[in-house]
Every structure is written in C-alpha cells, then in structure tokens.
C-alpha cells in the first residue's frame, strides 16, 4: 500500500482512500470482506469508476460514490478490466443508477454483459454456494450502453486527460489493463495476480478456463513499456514499485507454471486420473508456495481473503488446464 493515502467516512476500516494523483479507491466489501476487491473513481472531467466488484455488494459502491458527490448524472464510464463477477458483477446495477455512464468493456465481453444468462449460469458452476452469498447475479445492460473495445482505444475523459486500453489476456481472454498517462497509472485488474493485505508478494491468478502463461507475460510487458509510476491492483490497492512488481510478477507466474508442470507430469506417470492430478498439482503449489505467503497470513481474514479470491485449488485447475492444452498443442494465442 502506499503511504500516501488519508481516508474518509469515520468508519473504521474506512470505504473510500484518496491517493495524492487523484484517484478515490472504494472498497467494494465484496464477501463482506474489507480489501477484497477495489473500484477506482477517477475524478476526471468525465467522471470514471474502473471495477465495480459483484452485483451482490454494489449498493456499498453506489453509497460511496453518492457521498463522493456523484448524482444520477455525473459518472461518465464505467470500465471494467474483465467480467468475471468480482470486477463487473454489479456492473447492471451502476448502469442503472447512473443512465448517462457507458460500460467500457473487452469486445470478447461486451455481449455478456447486455445478456448476462450464460455468464450467470457459467459463474454458478463455477464459484458454488458462493455464487448466491458473495456474488449474486449480473444483470443485464441496454446493448448500446455496452462498448466493446479492442486493443489501443482510447476513453476522453475531457480536458485532454485519456486512458489507453490494452487488450492483456493471461488470465482471461477478455482482459483490459487501462493506462492512465496523466498520473502515469496502470490499473492492471487480475493480469498481473494480486497482493492482499499480509502477503509479501504478489501471487498469481491463473483460474480456469483461460489462463496462458505466455499471454500473461506479455500482458506484462506492455505494462512495463509504458514506464507506470504506479500499478492498481482490483485487488487490493496500489504500488509504487512499479518496475520491481511486475518483474516480480512475472517470475511469479513462471515459477508457479514450472513448479505446477513437475507436478503434473509427476501425477501423469502414477496414473491416478484427473482427480488425483488436480490434487497433486494444489497440494504441490500450497507446499512449495505457502511458506512465502504464510508469515503475514496469520490472522483469520487475510486467511479468508485468499481462500475466496485466489485459493490454491482454483490457480492449479487454471496452470492444469493450461499444460494440457499446452501437451495437446490447443492453445489458441489468447488463452
Ligand atoms: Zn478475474
């Protein structure tokens, strides 16, 4: 986290932290957890939350912004870096709240968002019970409030302020990372992985279905050609060490793929099924990994952030996937 931010609301731990270029974290308490998941208000002449956390929480999103100042027509866009639910779940509910903001969003993503069925119904499968307790439905946005981008648009937010789009699949095909010049800030989503309070490095997302090793490590690249002065991470919150994090993590990624790849081909030649390789590779990547993680993952909700967003078993069915593909020789350049 930097040391910069001073904070607003009383509350303790407080929704909203302003950060000396400008931008206005908002916790989006998503699974009622604070620092899960951040949206971030750029106060621009048009006005631009990027994320929104899950439908399930965004009334906490919509408070915020309304004590911020926003009304009914102030927010301009709403962008979101990808559609899994934690970053654009509410995104129906802010467009509904706000008429006049357009929902910025991947091509390969835009149709999911004006007719959310199969999303819903493939997040259900996905993420389980949590589906209806930390998540909720997405609901659906008027096709022409829904822009699909593609890789090097830009967004105007007036006054000669504008925000470079890059297409960034790795961990998902449908994946933006936003440059912002003016203040030199990458807000990368999950392309990157995360850092939640208490780890001491970040740590990859590779979930499935998507994740590809080589699209990640382009993703960062990109990033890094831009010469950032500081990332945002949707989870949680910046970095200042620009340079240092994304060679970080992209020795990370490599390091998390290498050490699940021994450990599949381990399991392949035992010949346990599907299952038993799954379970090797988790139990692998949580021994080899934990030890780093661990010393700040003491107390019971930073253990409890890590197991809803970024636990162990969803990164080793993203990196199997991932080697089988990669074995079968299907992998398409995204993912
Ligand atoms: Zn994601």
């Known amino acids: 986290m930097g040391g910069d931010q001073r904070t607003d609301g ?66 301009a866009y709403l962008v979101v870096t990808h559609i899994h639910l934690d970053h654009a779940g509410g995104a129906g509910d802010v467009a509904a709240a706000f008429p006049d903001a357009t929902v910025i969003v991947s091509d390969l993503g835009a149709r999911h968002l004006h ?51 890059l297409h960034t699949p790795g961990h998902a095909k449908h994946h933006i990372g936003v440059f912002d010049p003016t203040i030199g800030a990458v807000f990368t989503g999950d392309s990157i992985g995360v850092k939640l309070p208490g780890m001491h490095r970040i740590r990859p997302a590779t979930p499935p279905a998507d994740f590809h090793l080589e699209a990640s490590l382009d993703s960062i690249s990109r990033y890094r050609e831009r010469s950032p002065e500081r990332l945002y991470l949707a989870h949680y919150g910046p970095i200042d060490e620009p340079d240092d994090a994304l060679a970080e993590a992209a020795d990370q990624l490599r390091a998390w793929t290498d050490v699940a790849e021994e450990a599949y081909r381990e399991a392949l030649s035992a010949g346990g099924g599907a299952d038993h ?31 809803l967003l970024n636990d162990t078993r969803s990164n080793a069915a993203g990196l199997l996937r991932y080697l089988q593909r990669r074995d079968a020789g299907t992998l398409t350049p995204l993912g």
């Open 277 to 307: 390789e799954l379970q090797h590779v988790a139990e692998t990547l949580q021994q080899r990994f934990a030890t780093e993680l661990d010393p700040g993952l003491e107390d019971e909700e930073s253990i409890q952030r890590v197991e």
């Open 10 to 75: 009383g509350s303790a731990p407080p929704p909203v932290t302003r950060f000396e270029d400008g931008v206005i974290a908002i916790d989006t308490l998503t699974g009622g957890l604070t620092s899960v998941t951040a949206g971030y208000l750029l106060p621009a002449a048009r006005p631009t939350l990027i994320e929104c956390g899950p439908a399930l929480t965004v009334e906490a999103v919509l408070q915020a912004l309304d004590a911020l100042g926003l009304g009914p027509q102030d927010l």
């Open 115 to 165: 007719d959310p069925e199969k999303l819903n119904a493939s997040s259900r499968r996905v993420y389980g019970p949590l589906f209806d307790t930390v998540y909720g439905p997405c609901t659906p946005i008027e096709a022409g409030r829904v822009h699909g981008v593609t890789d090097g648009n830009t967004l105007d937010l007036g006054g000669g302020r504008r925000l470079e789009l």
